[in-house]
């Protein structure tokens, strides 16, 4: 899993940190801190940490994971 903060949307509301405190660290009251190679063993924290960024600031790549197919909508033409 990988993942990429923006850090210009940051703007250090700490849900990451409180939700994932092995993976987002705030150094002093608005810097991040972020280990952008997380191990898999806090997948679900990390995601409920980027669900909870009111900025959405955290973007999430769970590479060892085959992406789910896209289904196609069919339309009845009416």
């Known amino acids: 899993m990988r993942l990429v903060v923006d850090l210009n949307r940051c703007q250090g509301y700490a849900q990451c940190a409180f939700l994932a405190p092995d993976v987002f660290t705030m150094h002093g009251d608005e810097a991040l801190l ?11 924290h990390v995601a409920r940490a980027a669900a909870a960024c009111p900025v959405q600031a955290i973007l ?10 896209v289904k196609q909508g069919v ?3 009416r």
């Open 34 to 44: 972020y280990n952008p190679h997380a191990d898999d063993t806090q997948r679900e």
């Open 60 to 69: 999430v790549d769970d590479l060892g994971n085959e992406p789910a197919p």
């Open 75 to 77: 339309s009845s033409g």
